[in-house]
């Protein structure tokens, strides 16, 4: 039936159409990336500082890796940052803003003090401190992402279940004898589901951006290829000077596809959910 | 006269309580920026019964407290004082199974059905609510649902929609689906037709009263809507300000309202037939009820009446029975 409402949905939504079919086709490209990338991307294969050529269709970098490869095998490192770590924001988010909210009292004063505390660190600045303290691998980036994105999340799902708990249908719940666990079983978590779900996959997008931005600055997994590391080795080994716009432009236009589509599913996704936003 | 003889009077001449209210009280704080600075008299000290089988209509003006009292007598929150019993059992007292079966027999039906709904269910897993919180065994459940449909008169294709699909008067008849699921005795019905047309109104009405019949239930029926308690009650208590300030059989007090206020509020009754009335008694409304925060001395409704003589400024009325099974709260009947 659910299934059945979304396809439904998908045929007038444009915007939620052509989100998932973004990310779809990336989805597809990371996990096929072994048989359609024409060279091994940690190999040499070729001239260094070599411009697009049959062989070479994004050219090679500085030591003869073939770019399109590394583009392509990239794909890999974002998605899976990206989704990982917007998984740990929502997941941490979603477990203190519950507690906090249905609690109440000293622990909900508690939990969000923390959560003003942690949300008024500077975001990227801490990231870029905390990876680089925790030395520079996926894990920890993923790690870092989940310490410091959780936050507005928790105060979302704080606020939205505060609201639920005192709903008249939970009132009326009560009075027909429901206890707190069936409450939280039958009207709590249902509620929250709607709202977590588009939270999620544009709490992906923050993620993909802070990976690219950590790889950038040389701080991503050094034995992972990222187009964040893409555009940072660009830039130390000299792809602007000599103007190779074939090695520099590529994986910024991955990182803002990717970006995008996510931003369109989830902006769908909200629609979808909380038909109040339909027009 | 204190209040356990006032429930006794009232045991004698309205027969057997189902609920016994005695001397409740709940003040809510209002809170200042560093401590709290008053309280709201929501319920001041009402005492009443709830007769067996009947219904006793509690009407007042918005914020004269008619709501929490509901809400107190099914412990929705708890009293500040005083006590409730039902079936002779202070429910404040009450834990664990004895509660549970306590609410298992005390239901209400919420005023606003949209909100009292949740959006996300279906009408079977709101109906199929009560049973699953008390955990109790259907043997086919789908089976039991559609029963309790047509006893609303609803039907089985309604079984699998949701709340948004309905009507209002629709959603209010599967909230008292929902009630009656568990078999309950005694019912609050909080303004159960005030947020729907007038037209559908008489219907739920008459369902309830039909129901009423069939099932031998007791209802507490709250309302603002004189017209609709009047149809409804076999007893009325008027409320003022937290205060019960008249009480009686319900043609009585409608026929002979004995005190002002309730005088003042009947004047307020439109009347359908324009010949009529013309004929009714003139009774000006004068000002509107005070805060509820810092009620007047003496008799809260001296600054509105126009019988205040200057006991009634010093000296809170007690309410006393004027007439056999008629309880009136004003000085002009009671011996100073």
Known sequence: MGVRK????????????????????????????????????????????APPSRQHLLGTDDIGHDILSQLIYGSRTSLLVGTLGALGCVFVGVVIGLVAGVAGGAVDEILM?????????????FVIVLVAYLGPSIWNIILSITILGWPSIARMVRSYVMSLKTSLYVEAARSLGADRSYIMKYHIFPGLIPLIIPVYVLTIVDSILT????????????????????????????????????WVVPPGLMITITGLGFLLLGTGLEEYFNPRFRR | MNSKELINYMKSTFGEPMVEVVDLKKYFPVKGVFRTIGYVRAVDGVSFIVPKGKTLGLVGESGCGKTTTGRLILRLIEPTSGHV???????????????????????MVFQDPYMSLDPRMTVFDIIMEPIRAHKIKVEDPQKFVVNL???VGLNETHLYRYPHEFSGGQRQRIAVARVLALEPEFIVLDEPTSALDVSV??????????????????????????????????????????????MGPAEEVFEKPLHPYTKMLFASMPVPDPFEAKKKPKVEVIGEPPSPINPPPGCRFHPRCQYAMDICRKKEPPLVMAEKGHFVACWLYAKK
């Open chain 1, 211 to 246: 990976e690219a931005g950590l790889s950038f600055l040389g701080l991503g997994d050094p034995t992972k290829v990222s187009w964040g590391m893409l555009l940072y080795y660009a830039q130390i080994r000299g792809a602007f000077v000599r103007g190779m716009w074939w």
């Open chain 2, 85 to 107: 019993y039902f079936d002779g059992k202070d429910i404040f007292k009450l834990k664990g199974k004895k509660l549970l079966e306590f609410r298992r027999k005390a239901q």
């Open chain 1, 113 to 125: 003090r923390l959560t003003d505390i942690v949300l008024v660190i500077p975001y990227i600045v």
């Open chain 2, 201 to 246: 109104q008489a219907q739920i009405l008459n369902m309830l009263k039909d129901l009423q019949a069939k099932r031998g239930l007791t209802y507490l029926f709250i309302s603002h809507d004189l017209g609709v308690v009047r149809y409804m009650s076999d007893y009325i208590a008027v409320m003022y300000l937290g205060k019960i300030v008249e």
């Open chain 2, 149 to 151: 449909l047509y006893e």
């Open chain 1, 6 to 49: 979304f396809l439904l949905f998908l045929r007038h939504s444009k915007i939620t159409l052509s989100g998932l079919i973004i990310i779809l086709v990336l989805s597809i490209m990371a996990i096929i990336a072994p048989y359609i990338t024409p060279y091994n991307p940690h190999a040499i294969t070729g001239p260094p500082y």
